[in-house]
DNA sequence: CGTGAATTTGACTGACATCAACTCAGGTGG
DNA sequence: CCACCTGAGTTGATGTCAGTCAAATTCACG
């Protein structure tokens, strides 16, 4: 009846997009593996903006900022926040290379959220008045980006769904297992990767406090479900992690 | 520097479309005021399918359910909800008319989550696949489309806002303001309203139990900010809501 | 009216936040 | 090369908000 959903672990969406690659971007999620044809790579090539390095801590846009370009991720990583009228800011995904940013901002030309890099990073420009155009004109390419634009919208869902009702070390353990998923859907080892962002960033995100990770960090590597040095991180029982993260007590399973 | 977001409001999509109407439907979304020649109008009615009733309790569609139809509401209220794999639902809107439903299909052909009706309701079925070839040689429904969807994301980043840092009154009170403005936008009082769920649901959605939601709307209306009776609901004091929504303190302001 | 469901209210508990002290890594400058 | 400094992270003690459990009340509907 429940089916497996990619959904419920987190976000960042799990394409297995990227595939192909581009002759400017090397890789971006536009250039889909579904059918486009050699030229139609080539016109959507021409409509790639410069690219642009974004360094460590820099804002890639603002909340507030005028709308002009989506932004394909060639290297690097993202968090994208938002600020409360009291000043707190919540942090509403974490985006990889080959992730797209900025569609929030279709709706009303301004930048709901602002984009950060994580890292010395750089993206791609896409001129969304460019792509448009381009989009009536190519039917798989439109196709595709509505695909994209629905799974920002699956990839919250079950953000909220974590938010909602998950408990403390379940939330962790999703934000892991969706990670390592990330990462091995891009190539790399899924069971061994650097943590991007600080223990604060991940906290925000999932709702909890820096304590409460470290807590559950330390927890999880005394009950050798992960190796954790700073911000190396090894699973070491990654089914058992998405047995927590499905809501299965850890000593339950094992 | 914060703009005052309609996005902090809770979901629902503060859209001020509605405003025209189209033959086969009195009202749905896509009847965007924004340039549509009557031509156009014509032919976009020409694929707005069959009318469809959906009894109180009923679903439209549900998890795992092939993608054929986006849906307008015509008439009445439904919830999205995704199962957890333990088999715990979570809400993750509500929709009334003039909303539009299953854009989370796009993505994989399948629905991602269960729409639900709160109330005897009314949709318009609009077939994906003929809307797709209308997008594509009618810009202006084109690009509407695209904010429909960017809009979704950003009520659903709101809702995380939410869910990650507002404590449970912020949060009430948060789905209150939000449900009273989205009702103003359509024409409705904007103070006074039944709300067309369960206790159990708000608090589903809002991450909360029943009790704490039955708790914390008593405590309104002992501060007078809200009457309270049964499901029907009179904002007193809008405004202090707004604050409460916002951070403040309910007695630090007046 | 009567019956079951929904809601309210109260008492208690627990998970996570808060506050605070401490450790550690990495960088800087002498 | 080492002493120092700073910010990130860890760990512990304590507090509190919202959850849990339970009972009372009201509501919906036959």
Redesign the interface.
């Known amino acids: 009846m ?4 990619p ?2 672990v987190l976000p960042g969406a799990t394409l297995d997009i990227l595939k192909a690659s581009c002759a400017t971007c090397s890789m971006h999620q536009l250039c889909l593996p579904m059918g486009l044809g050699n030229e139609d790579m080539d016109r959507l090539d021409q409509i790639i903006g410069r690219r642009r390095k974004v360094a460590r801590g820099q804002p890639l846009f603002r ?2 900022d005028g709308f002009q370009n989506l932004y394909a991720i060639r290297l690097g990583h993202f968090k994208t926040s ?7 800011e ?3 995904g974490f985006q990889m290379a080959g992730e797209l940013l900025g ?6 030309d ?1 930048h ?2 602002t984009a950060v890099a994580l890292e010395d990073s750089e993206v791609c420009e896409i001129p969304f008045a460019t792509l ?1 155009q381009l ?2 004109e190519m ?1 798989t390419l ?2 595709h980006f ?9 990839r ?6 974590l ?3 998950m408990a403390a070390q379940r939330r962790l353990a999703a934000f892991l297992v969706n990670l390592s998923s990330r990462y091995e859907a891009r190539g790399y080892a899924p069971n061994a990767f650097q943590l991007r962002m600080s223990r604060e960033e991940i906290g ?4 909890l406090t820096i304590e409460s990770i470290s807590r559950l960090l330390s927890k999880f590597k005394k009950e050798g479900l992960i190796r954790v040095s700073n911000r190396d991180i090894t699973l070491l029982e990654p089914h058992t992690l998405k047995a927590i993260t ?3 007590d850890p000593h339950a399973v094992k």
């Open positions: 429940i089916r497996d959903l959904s419920l909340t507030g938002q600020v409360n009228r009291d000043g707190a919540q942090i509403t569609m929030d901002a279709i709706s009303t301004l709901h959220c448009q989009l009536a039917p439109l196709r509505h695909r994209m634009m629905s799974q920002e919208i699956t919250e869902q079950s953000v909220m769904l938010l909602g009702n925000n995100y999932l709702g499905s809501g299965a």
